[in-house]
């Protein structure tokens, strides 16, 4: 099994309000993923950090392997999702894959 862990920052341009919205769209974006992907054994996004959090979100997921992994990263389904919810929103990216 393979775990693939992102945190990210929205960018500070935008209100609370918006960052809640953005948020959801990403959570419910990325979690919808579940069950279309080969290989994707789960995915959870997480948007409401303590307040000592210096994130705004973070995506823990599981891989049956790294070539699983690998599919997950060119799918068009996730590549959409990325795109439209994720990328234009985030200002910071932080990524650790692990085996487990």
């Known amino acids: 099994m393979v775990k693939h862990v992102i945190v990210w920052n929205l960018k500070p341009e935008y209100s609370d309000a918006e ?4 948020k959801k769209g990403i959570k ?19 948007t409401e950090g303590l307040a000592s959090s210096n994130a705004d979100l ?8 790294e070539a ?3 599919g997950y990263t060119v799918h ?5 999702v990325a795109t439209t919810k994720v ?14």
């Open 87 to 100: 990328r234009p929103f985030t200002s910071q990216r932080s990524c650790f894959d692990y085996t487990v």
């Open 76 to 80: 068009p389904e996730h590549v959409a």
């Open 28 to 46: 419910e974006g990325l979690e919808g993923l579940a069950g279309k992907i080969p290989g994707l054994v789960e995915i959870k996004v997480y």
């Open 19 to 22: 960052k809640a919205e953005i």
């Open 58 to 65: 973070i995506l823990d997921s599981t891989f049956e392997n």
């Open 68 to 70: 699983a992994l690998s």
